[in-house]
C-alpha cells in the first residue's frame, strides 16, 4: 500500500450545496480541498476518534469525527473504495472505518443527541438525521417546541429554512425544563451572533469599498460589527476566507480587503469582499479592552494591549491575530511605473489588477480573486481600443473567461509571461 491516497470529485455538502473537491490520505493528516473556494479541511491523524462509512445519495460517504467533538462528511466513493479505505484507516490511523446504516423509516418521532458540532436525530438507535449546529442562525424556544432557523446558502437551489422539534414534558428531572434544556445545548454550539460584553476594540469611521459607506468596525472575539448609518453587518470570522493588504497605485493609499464565504447581504446584493481604503499618513494609537494577561493568554504575542502606528496596519494586525489567516500581499511583480498593480478595466468598471504569488485579484468594482490553480490558460490579444494596449484574457478550468482591457503594453506583459511560466499556467499570444 503506499504512502497516500487520493480521490477526485469528493463532494461535501454546505448549507445545502454540493462542492466538489480532492480528498487526499496520508499518514500525517486527512486533508481536503474544496474546488470552488480553495478552502481546506487540515484534519490530524492523531485527532481522528472515529471515522464510518455510510451510504448516501452520492453513492457512498464518510464520516470523521475528531477528538475536539468536529465532524467531518464527504461523499460520492464507490462501494470499491471501502476496502482499500479500511485498510489504509487500519495501518495508519489505527482506527477502523465503521459500516453505519442511516434509518430510512420516515419515523417523526425518535430521540435527539447532541455530541460535538451536531445534533443528531436517532430512530431506535439508528441516525435519520444530522443537523451542523453551526448552520444555526436562531433559536427560538416556545412552551413545548423549539424552532431553529438556518443561515442560508444562496448557491443551493433549495435551503432549509426551519426545524421544529417537539419536546415533551420530563417525569423525572424536577425542577429542569426539558424545553429551556434542549434550546441551550444548541445555543451553546449554533452560530448565532450575539454582542454580549464590550468590544475588544472599535476603529471609528472607516471609509468602505463595498459595500459603500463609511463604517465604525467593532472587533468581537468572535464576529465583527460593522455599524453605519443606514446597515449593520456582523461577520463571523470562520466566514473569512482570505486577508489582502494591497498598495494603491499613488503610494499614498493602502487596500484592505476581506474575502468571505457566505458573502454579508444587502437587499438582493451580494457581498463577497468588504474592501477598506486607507491613506498610508493616517496614524492610530490603540488600546485593546483587555488586561496585559488576557491580552498574553489569548493572542500569544501576537497583539500588545497598547499599539501605535499606520492606521491600516492596525486593522490588519488586529483583524489577522484574530481571524487566525495570514495576509495575503502583492508578488515580486512591478510595472514599468514602479507599482505592484496594473490599471486596467474589468466589465466596462476601471480598476487595479494585482498579479499575486498565487492568483490574481482585481479591486475594486466588481472585486475578483483568481487563483492559479483554478485558471486553465491566459491570453494575451492586441487590444481593439488602441494600438498601444492589449487585452489580458483568462479562462478558468470550469470554462468561465474574465477579460481586461485596456491593458498598457509596459505594464508588465514580459514579466507576467516569466510569472505563468514559473506557475506553469499555459498562455497564448
Not at 50 to 58: D, N
Not at 139 to 166: I, W
Not at 235 to 245: A, G, H, Q, S
Not at 318 to 340: D, E, W, Y
Request: glycine share 8%.
Amino acid at each position: 500500500m503506499g504512502d497516500t491516497l487520493e480521490f477526485n470529485e469528493i463532494y461535501q455538502e454546505v448549507k445545502g450545496a454540493w462542492n466538489d473537491g480532492r480528498l487526499r490520505l496520508s499518514k500525517q493528516a486527512v486533508v481536503y480541498k474544496n474546488n470552488k473556494t480553495g478552502r481546506v479541511d487540515n484534519i490530524a491523524a492523531s485527532d481522528l476518534s472515529g471515522c464510518y462509512w455510510r451510504r448516501v445519495s452520492l453513492g457512498h460517504g464518510v464520516r470523521l469525527e475528531t477528538k475536539s467533538g468536529n465532524a467531518y462528511k464527504y461523499d460520492g466513493f464507490r462501494e470499491s473504495d471501502f476496502e482499500k479505505m479500511s485498510n489504509y484507516f487500519k495501518a495508519n490511523y489505527q482506527v477502523d472505518l465503521t459500516e453505519k446504516d442511516l434509518c430510512v423509516k420516515g419515523w417523526n418521532w425518535g430521540t435527539a443527541r447532541f455530541g460535538g458540532q451536531l445534533l443528531t436525530f436517532d430512530i431506535n438507535d439508528q441516525p435519520a438525521f444530522e443537523v451542523p449546529l453551526t448552520n444555526v442562525s436562531q433559536c427560538t424556544p416556545g412552551k413545548n417546541e423549539v424552532a431553529l432557523e438556518f443561515h442560508q446558502n444562496d448557491d443551493a437551489e433549495v435551503s432549509l429554512m426551519e426545524v421544529r422539534f417537539y419536546v415533551p414534558p420530563s417525569s423525572t428531572d424536577e425542577g429542569v425544563d426539558p424545553v429551556e434544556a434542549f434550546s441551550q445545548q444548541v445555543l451553546s454550539k449554533a452560530d448565532v451572533i450575539q454582542a454580549t460584553g464590550d468590544a475588544v476594540c472599535i476603529f471609528r469611521e472607516l471609509q468602505c469599498l463595498t459595500p459603500r459607506g463609511r463604517y465604525d468596525i467593532r472587533i468581537y472575539p468572535s464576529f465583527l460589527h460593522l455599524h453605519g448609518k443606514t446597515f449593520d453587518y456582523k461577520i463571523p470570522y470562520t466566514t473569512v476566507l482570505r486577508l489582502f493588504l494591497l498598495p494603491h497605485k499613488d503610494q499614498r493609499q493602502m487596500f484592505f480587503v476581506i474575502s468571505l464565504d457566505p458573502p454579508i447581504k444587502q437587499g438582493q446584493t451580494r457581498y463577497h469582499f468588504l474592501i477598506l481604503l486607507f491613506s498610508k499618513e493616517e496614524d492610530l494609537t490603540l488600546t485593546l479592552n483587555m488586561t496585559e494577561d488576557d491580552v498574553e493568554k489569548r493572542f500569544a504575542g501576537k497583539l500588545n494591549r497598547n499599539m501605535s502606528g499606520s492606521l491600516y496596519e492596525m486593522v490588519s494586525r488586529v483583524m489577522k491575530a484574530l481571524v487566525n489567516r495570514k495576509i495575503t500581499v502583492p508578488g515580486n511583480f512591478q510595472g514599468h511605473s514602479g507599482a505592484q498593480c496594473i490599471t486596467c478595466s474589468y466589465k466596462a468598471s476601471s480598476g487595479l489588477l494585482y498579479p499575486l504569488e498565487r492568483g490574481f485579484i482585481f479591486v475594486h468594482k466588481p472585486p475578483l480573486h483568481l487563483r492559479f490553480d483554478e485558471v486553465s490558460c491566459v491570453n494575451f490579444a492586441r487590444g481593439t481600443t488602441t494600438t498601444r494596449s492589449f487585452d489580458f484574457e483568462i479562462e478558468s478550468k470550469q470554462g468561465g473567461q474574465y477579460t481586461f482591457i485596456q491593458y498598457r503594453e509596459q505594464a508588465g506583459r514580459p514579466v507576467h509571461l516569466q510569472q505563468h511560466r514559473e506557475r506553469g499556467v499555459r498562455k497564448t499570444v
